[in-house]
C-alpha cells in the first residue's frame, strides 16, 4: 500500500488559506488521493477525493502534483470551526479497495 | 443523512468484564468497520465486514471479537477486557468500493479499570 507523510501539526490565520500538504511518493497509477478530518469528539468525516486532476467541492480544493507523488489541499478561508486533525488517505486497488488506512494526519489550529 | 449510531458514548467497564459495542447504520450499507484510535497512533483498524455474517482482521484484531447478524448491524466483542484496550472506538459503514462513502459515528470512549 502506497503510505503518506503529512506535518504533525500547522497552524492558520482565520480567514486566511489553509495549504495541508501530504507527500504519497510510492502511490500507483490507480490510487485515488482521499482527506477526511476529524473535529474534536466527533468521528472522520470525508472532505474530497482525487487521482489526477484538481478537484474543488464545496469544502476544499485538491491540488496533485503532475507526478502525483504529492498534493495539497486547500481550505480557502479557515474559520475557528476547520480546527481539525486532517488525514491524506491513498486508497489501496484490488482486494480490500473498500478499506481505509488513516496515519497520524496533521492537526490544523486555525488561530483568531 | 446516513447515521451510523453507537450505542454509548461513554463506557466504564472492569478488567476481565466481557464488553459489547453496538453499532447501527440506517443506510443499507455492505461494509461495516470497526477502528480505535490512541493518543500519537492515529486510527487503526480492528475488523471489517464486507457482508452479513462475513468478517475479516484488520491491522490489530487481538483481543477481540466481531457480529455481523444483520445487515445493518455490526457489534464488537471484547471476550475479557484488559487495561490495554481502554481506547475510542469508532464505528464506520460505507456502500461498495466507495472510499468517499465513509460515514463513521461519533465513537464510544471504554475505559477499562
Known amino acids: 500500500d502506497a503510505k503518506t507523510t503529512q506535518p504533525p501539526s500547522m497552524d492558520c490565520a482565520e480567514g486566511r488559506a489553509a495549504n495541508l500538504p501530504c507527500n504519497h511518493s510510492?502511490?500507483?497509477?490507480?490510487?485515488?488521493v482521499y482527506w477526511y478530518r476529524q473535529i474534536h469528539s466527533q468521528g472522520p468525516q470525508y472532505i474530497i477525493h482525487?487521482?489526477?486532476n484538481n478537484e474543488t467541492n464545496e469544502m476544499a480544493s485538491l491540488i496533485i502534483t503532475e507526478d502525483r507523488k504529492s498534493s495539497t489541499l486547500i481550505l480557502p478561508h479557515a474559520t475557528l470551526r476547520d480546527t481539525a486533525v486532517y488525514y491524506c488517505?491513498?486508497?489501496?486497488?484490488?482486494?480490500?479497495?473498500?478499506?481505509?488506512?488513516f496515519g497520524k494526519g496533521t492537526k490544523l489550529s486555525v488561530i483568531p | 443523512d446516513v447515521k451510523v449510531t453507537q450505542s454509548s458514548r461513554y463506557l466504564v467497564k472492569r478488567t476481565g468484564e466481557k464488553v459489547f459495542l453496538e453499532c447501527v447504520q440506517d443506510?443499507?450499507?455492505?461494509?461495516m468497520f470497526w477502528y480505535r484510535q490512541d493518543p500519537g497512533l492515529g486510527l487503526r483498524l480492528i475488523y471489517f465486514?464486507?457482508?452479513?455474517?462475513?468478517?475479516e482482521k484488520g491491522d490489530i484484531p487481538e483481543g477481540y471479537s466481531v457480529s455481523r447478524e444483520k445487515k445493518e448491524r455490526f457489534s464488537l466483542i471484547l471476550e475479557s477486557a484488559s487495561t490495554n484496550q481502554t481506547s475510542m472506538y469508532l464505528c464506520?459503514?460505507?456502500?461498495?468500493?466507495?472510499?468517499?462513502?465513509?460515514?463513521f459515528g461519533s465513537g464510544t470512549r471504554l475505559t477499562v479499570v
Open positions: 464506520a459503514s460505507t456502500q461498495g468500493a466507495v472510499a468517499y462513502g465513509y460515514t
Open positions: 443506510m443499507d450499507h455492505e461494509n
Open positions: 488517505i491513498v486508497r489501496p486497488s484490488g482486494a480490500g479497495s473498500y478499506q481505509l488506512t
Open positions: 482525487g487521482l489526477k
Open positions: 465486514s464486507y457482508d452479513v455474517k462475513m468478517k
Open positions: 510510492t502511490i500507483s497509477g490507480n490510487e485515488y
